[in-house]
């Protein structure tokens, strides 16, 4: 009779069923076989070891004799000393790294009980030296110390100066109005600055605003009535050629100077810019003679927090 597919695959299920169990018994066979001989390793082993102990004791006990009280008495003594002295030599240590600016401050640790023995074998009790620990410097002694410092850097910035013959000035302000810069040093007086007014010439280049130019001076006395009347401040120049020139006005920068033609031209007016180089009186207010650019910048710093900002030292 043929077998049927589904006998045909029960059959080979039997049989990896069959080889998964052999393999599992010759597994646990094997491992029980390893387990034997490591168990037999182990027990020879603490054999050894337990014949080893038997030996020793019995060595240690045949030569082993009794000590001598007093013997173990004196090593307990000199065990207390050593520990007593190694106690002080730390003490000692630390009370020298003490820093100098503590040696007002009260002793936290008054004496040291030092134990030494006697010739007889007895124990005595000696006092050892006082060890002072120092306290840190109080905030007003340090307050102090940083003025000291400060001061004595002072005047060494000065002597400094002195010997080199340079100082530095400290510049607050110009003013093309003397009245206006003797107002502005007033002002820094009263909060405490030395202030000083110099008078200046300087070379600075200005815009002309040429408004028309002349043949002649009762020409020009027509062109300089009418800019009067339209609300401008005009001025006559003669030129080297003889002819006249109407100025509109002096500006400080082209850009014033273009905006000034711009106006003329919107009111019928025709001009032309040039620059012209000019001698100028001004009046810088400066507080000087510091003795180092250190010094100079404490006060540049000091007046911008009042509000003074545009200063610069030279």
């Avoid at 400080?252 to 033609?261: C, G, I, N, R, V």
């Amino acid at each position: 009779m043929t077998d049927t597919p589904i006998d045909v695959l029960n059959k080979y299920s039997k049989q990896m069923e069959d080889l998964v169990e052999n393999a599992e018994i010759e597994a646990e066979l094997e491992a029980e076989k390893h387990i034997r001989t490591k168990n037999t390793k182990t027990l020879g082993i603490s054999s050894i070891a337990i014949a080893f102990m038997a030996i020793t004791y019995f060595i240690v006990q045949n030569n082993s004799q009794p000590l001598d009280p007093g013997l173990l008495e004196s090593n307990e003594h000199i065990e207390k000393i050593e520990a007593v002295q190694k106690d002080n030599a730390i003490i000692a240590q630390k009370a020298e790294n003490i820093e100098p600016a503590q040696a007002d401050a009260p002793a936290l640790v008054d004496t040291i009980d030092e134990k030494k023995p006697t010739p007889q074998g007895r124990v005595t009790k000696t006092s050892a030296a006082p060890v002072k620990f120092q306290a840190a410097p109080t905030p007003k002694s340090q307050k102090e110390k940083a003025a000291k410092i400060a001061a004595q850097a002072k005047s060494v910035e000065k002597k400094k100066s002195i010997v080199s013959g340079k100082t530095y000035s400290l510049q607050l302000g110009a003013f093309s109005v003397k009245r206006n810069a003797d107002n502005f040093s007033t002002k820094l007086e009263k909060k405490g600055f030395d202030a000083t007014v110099v008078a200046k010439t300087i070379k600075k280049t200005q815009y002309a605003v040429v408004a028309g130019v002349f043949p002649n001076i009762e020409t020009a006395e027509v062109r300089n009535k009418e800019l009067s009347e339209k609300g401008y401040k005009p001025s006559l120049k003669e030129m080297e050629s003889g002819h006249y020139a109407v100025i509109a006005g002096n500006r400080s920068s082209k850009k014033s100077a273009d905006k000034l033609q711009n106006e003329l031209s919107l009111k019928g007016f025709l001009s032309s810019a040039s620059p012209v180089e000019r001698e100028v009186r001004t009046y810088t207010v400066q507080i000087k003679d510091y003795p180092s650019i250190k010094n100079a910048k404490q006060d540049q710093v000091k007046l911008a927090s009042l509000g003074i900002r545009n200063s610069f030292i030279h």
